[in-house]
């Protein structure tokens, strides 16, 4: 059963307008969230995070939100740019216990921006 | 120069083969991890390791094998290669455990 669902598989945007990707989650143990970009014949790099004590972090263009009650944290890119076209993982670190340190990822969404 | 490199890029192999997959890292990182990811499905943890004495199963760790030969280096092995593992495989590394974690470029295989 899935952790970590992001129900868009892609996503196009026009350029300059904002991106809204979605992600949601079921395991309320889960406390630090991640996102990650990947283009293609690339390894995952990492975007950006935000702790379960936070409910938003900002990094330039960047913003993440965690809404804890829906179990849902969102990434909004503004404005965005034609080399933010790529698949954007969500993922999420367990709590403590067997799974500690590891990434739970979700599936990914393909964002296309259109210049 | 970059701090997570994978060898090979590219393999393709035939059921039955034995192959090994190759991980470094200059990070200084502790731990080590290697993933997979098909089409529609996201990433999954195959093995990771905390240290060179530690080895940990992951989600999807049936006939896989790694080896954690020093703290830089962590391999991956398919003792005999069937074709549902065609997949793209990729290694990180991470400081600590709850933390983020820098990926290689990936090995792209194809098990004919």
């Known amino acids: 059963d899935q952790q970590v669902k992001q129900n868009s598989p892609s996503l196009s945007v026009q350029e300059g307008r904002i991106s809204i990707l979605n992600c949601d989650y079921t395991?309320?143990?889960?406390?630090?969230f991640l996102w990650y970009k990947k283009y293609p014949a690339e390894g995952p790099t990492f975007l950006i995070s935000?702790?379960?004590?936070?409910d938003k972090n900002e990094d330039g263009r960047f913003t993440v939100f965690l809404n804890k009650s829906a179990k849902h944290l969102s990434l909004h890119i503004v404005p965005s740019q034609p080399g933010d076209s790529a698949v954007y993982f969500c993922?999420?670190?367990?709590?403590?216990?067997?799974?500690?340190?590891?990434?739970?990822f979700g599936k990914g969404t393909k964002l296309s921006v259109k210049p | 120069d970059a701090d997570v490199t994978q060898t090979p890029r590219n393999r393709i192999t035939k059921t039955g083969k034995r192959i090994m997959l190759e991980c470094s890292q200059t990070?200084?990182?502790?731990?080590m991890y290697w993933y997979r990811q098909d089409p529609g499905l996201g990433l999954r943890l195959i093995y990771y390791?905390?240290?060179?004495?530690?080895?940990n199963k992951g989600e999807i760790s049936d006939g896989y094998s790694v080896s954690r030969q020093a703290q830089a280096k962590f391999s991956l092995s398919l003792e005999s290669a069937i074709p549902n593992q065609t997949a793209l495989y990729f290694c990180?590394?991470?400081?600590?455990?709850?933390?983020?974690?820098?990926f290689g470029p990936g090995t792209r295989l194809l098990v004919l």
């Open positions: 990180a590394t991470s400081v600590r455990a709850r933390e983020t974690q820098y």
């Open positions: 395991n309320s143990m889960f406390d630090y």
């Open positions: 935000i702790s379960s004590i936070k």
């Open positions: 993922a999420a670190l367990g709590g403590y216990g067997g799974s500690q340190g590891n990434l739970i």
């Open positions: 990070k200084g990182h502790d731990r």
């Open positions: 390791s905390f240290d060179v004495k530690d080895i």
